[in-house]
């Protein structure tokens, strides 16, 4: 259903409404006593009235699931439980993304505050590859570890884990997507396994990590452990929850909206030395949002498990020591701008690659190349996936073997073909979940998984070559109030699963135009109704030239409909209302 009239905006994207039905919406709004918009703005997301108050107050207690509900929980819950009463030592085994050092920051954390001995281990990259592996395994059960548990992997690592039999008890506390049964240890946390029936399948590690220590909390109460010492503060544990949340790229509904809404809360009195050094390195200083996790926290965690030292992002959000937080964030951020610097020489190698394959109709794409840095493939093929609209894989290749990393886009399940194509022998390992995977095989079998990939995802071929801009809602400039911005920003946070609303300023005129900001990428407008009225500041980010921002700097004052966010722009302590724009068309 095309938006407003508009069949196709200035930026080559189609305009599509999203459909709210009329008699939901207006129950929301009576009941809530908000605007029309927002109640259809909730509808829109298949909000109901019941449900429209905890969407918008998120709370633990109304959306936290019992723990319980998880196969394995209890065994696992026991089992820690037994390791704190009785001080053993407990190693913790991560993974060397934001999710993995998130996971075991928290559990690390948790065992720490109940006084048990630990040691933990982030596997290198480039030499030891995803996953548990045999020597770390054993070198932590030497270290005198009784308990390994594993945080963010290990679903999919039964030889790995066997190597403990007989040593110490194995945990695994993850969400990769299984493809048998789990390995023969203790106990498998994950609600991506098949034989688990909880429905929380959109969890990412940490949030199943949460959910374990809130439930290894509660047997400990029940053995009268806190009789006569304080319990765990586990709230102050959700700032890592929500990072990882956003950060992997989880839904942001159910469970995960109330643990990245109350984590946000937490993250934002900057309690944590790590996270607070962070902010502080990349000048986040504005309102803490799940954008402020997505684009300026997480890219750091990640650099260091790119292209450095595997366990940085884990030391910095375990670090007490404010100044020592400072330090090792300012590293993080040194090793972020070397990962650009990576990446920038590969992107325009592997993106003309890509667009050929996407002339061609391909459904995914699947580029590579000699010497492309292992550490930044997942980056690119984010990059390609968001250009072409298309399921992207991209490997770097090296001692005739390709290694790399693919992202999918919402409704192909590229986890589960990578893990077909590796169950056909097409590459020698492989796994993930829907929208993302990692996988290697030899280099001479690149274009054997490219074509079983595009045999398998076929139907993603008919999607279009742009994401449809998606429309909820239009409003005209002088109603784009800043009491009106407040209201969308209750349906906050934004990501995955809750985009953030897209509104249309109807028949817009600009006032004024300037480009602005570094290399003079940006456009900063002023705007007024056509009756005149109070005037709206906006913006346009990464305005290329084209049809949209030659319309943009026209002099010529000619409506438009403008399709974008409307924002709280807060300074110095000082809020107004913004628009943030993303596409036009002649009105």
């Not at 995977?437 to 074509?451: K, L, N, P, T, Y």
């Not at 007024?528 to 009225?533: H, K, Y």
């Not at 002099?555 to 110095?572: C, I, Q």
Request: charged content about 20%.
């Amino acid at each position: 259903m095309t938006a407003f009239g508009v069949e196709q905006g200035l930026s080559g994207r189609r305009w599509t409404l999203r459909h709210a039905e009329d008699r939901i919406a207006l129950g929301i709004s009576q009941r809530l006593e908000v605007p029309d918009i927002v109640g259809r703005l909730l509808a829109a997301r298949g909000i109901g009235v019941e449900a429209a108050a905890d969407f918008l107050e998120p709370t633990l207690r109304a959306l936290l699931p019992d723990p319980s509900c998880l196969i394995d929980m209890d065994t696992a819950a026991e089992r820690m439980a037994d390791a704190v009463s009785s001080g053993e030592t407990v190693g913790v085994f991560g993974d060397y993304d934001v999710d993995g050092a998130c996971s075991a920051a928290l559990m690390v954390t948790w065992l720490r505050d109940l006084g048990c001995p630990v040691t933990h281990h982030v596997p290198d990259r480039m030499k030891e590859g995803y996953g548990p592996n045999g020597p770390a395994l054993t070198a932590m059960a030497a270290r005198g570890a009784r308990l390994i548990v594993c945080v963010d992997c290990g679903t999919a690592a039964a030889e790995a884990l066997s190597v403990l039999a007989g040593h110490a008890d194995a945990i695994v506390l993850d969400h990769h997507k299984a493809e048998g049964p789990p390995p023969p240890i203790l106990a498998t946390v994950n609600p991506n396994r098949l034989d688990c029936a909880s429905g929380l399948t959109s969890l990412c590690a940490a949030g199943v990590a949460f959910l374990t220590v809130v439930a290894a909390t509660r047997a400990l109460r029940r053995r009268g452990h806190f009789a006569h010492r304080p319990e765990p503060n586990l709230m102050a544990l959700l700032d890592l929850v929500a990072l990882a949340t956003v950060c992997d790229v989880m839904p942001l509904s159910g469970v995960n909206r109330a643990l990245v809404f109350q984590g946000l809360r937490i993250m934002s009195r900057r309690a944590r030395p790590g996270v607070a050094a962070l902010l502080e390195v990349a000048q986040a200083r504005e309102k803490l949002s799940a954008f402020t996790c997505g684009f300026a926290l997480g890219p750091r965690i990640n650099a260091a498990g790119r292209i450095d030292e595997a366990d940085l992002g884990l030391r910095l959000l375990l670090c007490e020591d404010r100044i020592d937080a400072l330090a090792l964030a300012e590293r993080l951020d040194g090793i972020n701008r070397q990962r650009q610097e990576v990446e920038a020489d590969m992107l325009d190698a592997a993106m003309h690659a890509a667009s050929l394959q996407a002339e061609a109709g391909d459904a995914v794409l699947v580029v590579a190349g000699e010497g492309w840095h292992p550490g930044v493939v997942g980056i690119v093929s984010g990059r390609i996936k968001e250009r072409f609209n298309r399921p992207a894989c991209v490997a770097g290749i090296a001692a005739g073997m390709a290694k790399g990393s693919g992202r999918s886009v919402p409704g192909v399940d590229l986890g589960g073909a990578v893990i077909a194509a590796r169950q056909a022998g097409i590459l020698a390992t492989g796994g993930g979940h829907p929208m993302a995977a990692g996988f290697s095989c030899r280099s001479d079998r690149i274009e054997g998984f490219r074509a079983f990939l595009n045999e398998r995802l076929a139907a993603a071929a008919a999607l279009p070559g742009a994401v449809d801009l998606v429309v909820e809602g239009a409003l005209s400039v002088p109603g784009a109030t800043l009491d009106l911005a407040r209201q969308v920003e209750r349906l906050a946070p934004f990501g995955s699963g809750n985009e953030e609303p897209i509104l249309v300023l109807q028949r817009a005129r600009v006032i004024r135009a300037d480009r602005v900001g570094k290399d003079s990428a940006s456009i900063r407008l002023f705007l007024e109704g056509e009756g005149g009225g109070p005037r709206l500041k906006a913006m346009m980010f990464r305005a290329r030239e084209g049809a949209l921002t030659d319309a943009l700097l026209s002099r010529d004052r000619v409506p438009l409909h403008l399709a974008g966010y409307l924002r709280v722009e807060a300074w110095n302590g000082t809020e107004n209302v913004g628009f943030v724009i993303s596409d036009a068309a002649l009105a």
